[in-house]
């Protein structure tokens, strides 16, 4: 399973368990359109009624940089719950998360 492929799935039962979500794709083009610390912002933000989780998605062998790390720290830090999904995660974990929130 591909970053793409889980992204998709991820996003599907997501909307099927109720959860607003947004993904934001890189740019098209080498300019980024993101600003201020917005480098390395979680793949997913996921809320449903006062719940709010971000994750980060990678495949199999995909490692979180620096920055993409900082975010997932700010948001716990913050009291919201962040995650690392892999396609491992699909199964069990992924779900176990969303239906459990």
Excluded: C
Aim: glycine content about 8%; hydrophobic content about 50%.
């Amino acid at each position: 399973m591909t970053e793409d492929q889980l992204l998709t799935a991820v996003l599907a039962l997501a909307k099927n368990l109720g959860w607003r979500s947004l993904h934001i794709r890189p740019p098209a083009s080498a300019r980024s359109t993101v600003q201020g610390d917005g480098k390395g912002f979680p793949d997913l933000l996921l809320i449903r009624g006062s719940e709010i989780l971000v994750a980060e998605l990678k495949d199999a062998t995909g490692r979180v940089d620096p920055r993409q790390r900082a975010w997932l720290n700010a948001f716990e830090a913050a009291g919201f719950p962040a995650y690392v999904w892999r396609p491992a995660d699909w199964l069990w974990a992924i779900p176990s998360v969303l239906l459990g929130h």
